[in-house]
């Protein structure tokens, strides 16, 4: 899996895993994109989402979705096509096309649409006898604030109801649902989640990285990470990893943390020594010379050179 051995790295789950997910944002990659995709990261891709409404535009669909299935990258189309089949009363025509393109995961959300949340989980009921089911909670509109307690209410509903994972909404923009518009996490809320639900039930969305640094220094290599973009899934495997400077002093072992401050206070104690002996030596020279620091004559006049 690596190119070389480096001891001490954090442990990371391998596929097919439970834990330390990463779910891929597909927006319309081209075939020879996809192909990209595979060849560079295909051991860190667990899953490919078709974002949103992409999959009905995204041409040579069938042979791309192949190529994620024979690479044992599990494939779900984006909950805002559930979404528009659900509003129209499709939802057998929906799951007929889920069938068709051999998906093995499907995603349930309510986020751009009013849902009455028993139907949302009659949905994840019936859809997890075939499919494994993600189920999407949170609103995709900024401003829209969902109290903690019904957020913990609606995740742990729609794990009993069959869903494999609930997915805390952030859009791929990273601005709403668990964050604030300025990316930020809402600390208190993901705090009470956490003490709520199984952690590794959540797949936490996290597009930018200072978010996917955050929730791994909270929650450790293995948490759980979505909507991240296709360059990204090698940068975040360094960061679950401890080889970028965002996570990097989280997963540096104990001793070599302690051991590296020692180093720095030695060697700042040294040079403060040196500068110390460096200092007192010219001062002994300057005296038997008659000279002050300022190159003046004891006395006070400038010494003439003879």
Not at 130 to 154: A, H, Q, T
Not at 248 to 265: D, L, T
Request: proline share 3%; hydrophobic share 35%.
């Amino acid at each position: 899996m690596y190119n070389f051995e480096l001891p001490e790295l954090p442990e990371r789950t391998l596929k097919s895993r439970e834990s330390g997910i990463t779910m891929v944002m597909d927006k319309g990659l081209s075939l020879r994109q996809a192909e990209d995709l595979i060849s560079r990261s295909d051991d860190y891709t667990d899953i490919v989402k078709l974002g949103f409404g992409t999959s009905i535009v995204t041409k040579e669909l069938d042979k791309k979705l192949a190529l994620y299935h024979k690479a044992g990258i599990k494939t779900y189309f984006g909950g805002t096509l559930f979404e528009a089949f659900i509003v129209r009363g499709m939802f057998d025509a929906y799951r007929k096309l889920v069938s068709k393109y051999k998906m093995e995961c499907v995603e349930v959300s309510d986020g751009s649409i009013q849902m009455n949340h028993d139907d949302k989980c009659h949905y994840i009921q019936e859809l997890s006898k075939d499919f494994i089911v993600l189920s999407e909670v949170g609103s995709k509109e900024e401003g829209i604030m969902i109290r903690p307690n019904l957020w913990i209410s609606m995740m742990n509903k729609e794990l009993e109801a069959g869903a494999w994972k609930v997915i805390a909404e952030a859009r791929e923009s990273g601005t709403v649902g668990i964050y604030r518009p300025n990316g930020n996490a809402h600390v208190a809320l993901v705090n009470k989640i956490l003490k709520n639900v199984p952690g590794d039930s959540i797949l936490w969305e996290a597009p930018n990285k200072s978010q996917q640094a955050w929730f791994i220094s909270l929650l450790g290599s293995n948490v759980n990470l979505g909507n991240i973009s296709p360059e990204d899934v090698i940068p975040l495997e360094t960061l679950r990893l401890g080889l970028r400077g965002d996570t990097f002093k989280q997963f540096m072992p104990s001793e070599k943390v302690k051991g590296a401050g020692a180093s720095r206070e030695s060697s700042a104690c040294s040079t403060k020594s040196a500068a110390s002996a460096t200092s007192n030596t010219n001062k002994a020279a300057n005296k038997a010379t008659g000279k002050t620091a300022s190159g003046k004559a004891a006395g006070g006049a400038i010494a003439k050179t003879t």
